[in-house]
């Protein structure tokens, strides 16, 4: 087995949100699985006393565990040979921050992201909505208010599991997150959603129903989560799936004990904002974990109302079982605490390279076909979502006379950002570090800071090279358009490779000193690494942000004192300026003249 892959028969449960941490079960004592559904209240009854021998267990349930709960459903399974549930048994866990859970994960072998890609679906977009009919018909009869129909990608994967859970876990930060390797398996699950956590006789579950993706911005982000928090079908179906579960923990909790601690929240993840509630309740003090299980699992938010009912349809309609999918991961502690998760965003990844992934939605009368197959493809951005460790870069200038330039900009820049993408940001340890960088220097400096999503950064200091005030920057066009609809390009991250390569490759042909680019729709966006200016009428225009580019430090500057106004902008304006400037904080305005004006004209 490679240094840098964890053995068989561990469990790894991450907190990427709010505690930043994560438990390791390693060296199992035991293993308690079953593939009978005859069997499973024997093998829950093994976890529960496992659990009372003063043991830690770790481990998933499969969605179709629950079937054994249900006779109608219990003559329906089919034996697939797969395991229903599979729990390690542990003396108790390892604790560890966020940093060592990452570096755990990385080993000690040269490290190389993880790769996965969907090699189809279970059903095609036909099948699904013949499925989806189906689904409306019963709705229609009044059978059912709800029903979470569900498909599976086919996957195929290379490189270490370790490091596509890192990578994943980069791109998705989620707060019950967990890798489980088994003999001939690893279960990978960024899941956000909370089935159920038990603390002393407390039973709380948070529910998530109501999907919407995310903005460019923070601004835009906003105006999504005022819209998804106002959307009459999103608060139906949440609130459905909350008079679900406050019926099911009613039939196990004390009379009267049942109450909604939040309804409806919208919580931001890094590609989706999620429409979350909270239900809890209290226990009596006998209540033990296979009697939750059984009057709770599955969790409503993936099956539908009522349940037993949306569980007989979504059986008779999908075309293959979910498996952990759906289902849960989790651990329990000797004295009954426990908390698990609804093991959506999830992987099965076999050792042989191939693998599965789940993706549903919850279809209610008034759902369209094509909005809710979306809404499946959406979930199953989180795979393929840009790059992992991806980092957050602010370059200052620094003058021993005046101290860092338009500091306040830059820091405040860089916090919107970290708000963004969910990164730490501590403000006064990022000051302290930057002028402790800079003490000793007794001439002007270009210092650049590198922020780790956990707050850390790295920042280096090298001699602030200017422009004299005759440099006339000499510029060209890049030969292929930037999507405006990329986040990525109002955020200053290293991000960049698409830039950096475009201006090494045309600066090499064309010995230009900075390269511009046009979006999709024809309009100018940004330098590679400056804003750009145009001079008409009398007035220095940029481009509108709106277009797809970095709000620059000196861009903001110029703004706001009115030196500069936004504009609509396109290649032909280059043409017919008056003047052309290329700039950012470090360097200031830069006269800048274009390149190939010929090719230009004949292009327009």
């Not at 992201?113 to 090699?119: E, I, R, T, W």
């Not at 403000?427 to 922020?451: I, N, T, W």
Request: glycine share 8%.
């Amino acid at each position: 087995m490679p240094a840098n892959q964890l053995a068989p028969g561990t469990v790894l449960l991450v907190d990427a949100l709010k505690d930043r941490a994560a438990r390791l079960f390693q060296s199992p004592l035991d293993v308690i699985t079953c593939n009978d559904l005859t069997r499973v209240s024997e093998a829950l009854q093994a976890v529960e006393r496992a659990r009372k021998s003063g043991k830690h267990v770790a481990g998933y349930l499969t969605y179709e565990l629950g079937y054994a709960f249900e006779e109608k459903l219990a003559g329906r399974w089919k034996n697939t040979g797969e395991p229903l549930l599979w729990f390690g048994v542990y003396e108790g866990p390892v604790s560890l921050s966020l940093k060592e859970t990452r570096e755990l994960l990385s080993g000690t072998e040269p490290r190389e992201s993880g790769k996965v890609s969907v090699s189809g679906f279970d059903m095609d977009k036909r099948e699904y909505e013949d499925s989806f009919r189906e689904v409306q018909n019963n709705l229609a009869k009044g059978d059912i208010y709800q029903v979470n129909l569900t498909m599976r990608a086919g996957l195929q994967h290379e490189g270490a599991p370790e490091h596509l859970f890192s990578d994943l876990l980069s791109r998705q930060p989620v707060a019950h997150a967990a890798l489980v390797k088994t003999v001939d398996r690893s279960i990978l699950s960024v899941s956000p959603e909370l089935f159920l956590e038990r603390r002393a006789n407390t039973l709380r579950t948070r529910p998530m129903k109501g999907t919407a993706g995310r903005g460019r911005t923070i601004a835009e982000d906003r105006s999504i989560t005022a819209n998804l928090a106002r959307d009459p079908k999103q608060r139906a179906e949440n609130t459905m799936i909350v008079d679900l579960m406050r019926n099911d923990l009613s039939r196990i909790c004390r009379a009267g004990s049942v109450k909604v601690t939040s309804l409806c929240d919208v919580e931001r993840y890094r590609t989706v904002h999620q429409m979350t509630s909270t239900i809890e309740g209290e226990l009596e003090a006998d209540v033990q974990f296979p009697k939750i299980i059984e009057h709770l699992f599955p969790c409503g938010s993936i099956t539908g109302a009522p349940k037993l009912s949306a569980m007989m349809i979504a059986d008779r309609l999908e075309t293959s079982p979910r498996g952990v999918y759906t289902g849960s991961i989790g651990a329990m502690e000797p004295n009954g605490d426990f908390a698990f998760n609804v093991a959506i965003r999830t992987l099965d990844l076999k050792s042989n390279g191939t693998g599965v992934a789940g993706t549903g939605s919850g279809v209610v009368f008034d759902s369209g076909a094509g909005p809710e197959y979306d809404e499946c493809a959406l979930k199953l951005k989180f795979l393929s979502s840009d790059l992992p460790g991806v980092g957050l870069i602010e370059t200052f200038a620094y003058l021993p006379e005046e101290g860092f330039l338009l500091l306040e900009r830059h820091l405040n820049r860089l916090a919107r950002s970290a708000k963004y993408l969910g990164f730490v940001f501590e403000e006064e340890r990022l000051r302290g570090e930057l002028f402790k960088e800079v003490k000793s220097s007794s001439g002007a400096l270009r210092v650049r800071l590198e922020m780790a999503e956990d707050g850390t950064a790295s920042i280096q200091a090298m001699p602030l090279v200017t422009a004299s005030d005759d440099t006339v920057w000499k510029l060209c066009l890049a030969d292929e358009p930037v999507d405006s609809g990329n986040a990525y390009l109002f955020h200053k991250t290293t991000h960049r490779a698409f830039y950096d390569e475009t201006r090494t490759r045309m600066a090499a042909e064309l010995s230009a000193q900075e390269v511009l680019f046009v979006n999709e729709n024809g309009f100018l966006t940004e330098g590679s690494f400056t804003t750009l200016f145009v001079k008409k009428n009398g007035k220095l225009l940029t481009p509108a942000l709106e277009h797809g580019l970095l709000p620059g430090i000196l861009r903001e500057a110029l703004l706001d004192k009115r030196l500069a106004y936004e504009a609509d902008l396109r290649p032909e304006d280059l043409i017919t300026a008056e003047a052309l400037f290329v700039g950012n904080s470090v360097r200031g305005l830069i006269r800048s003249e274009l390149m190939a004006v010929s090719a230009l004209k004949q292009a327009s």
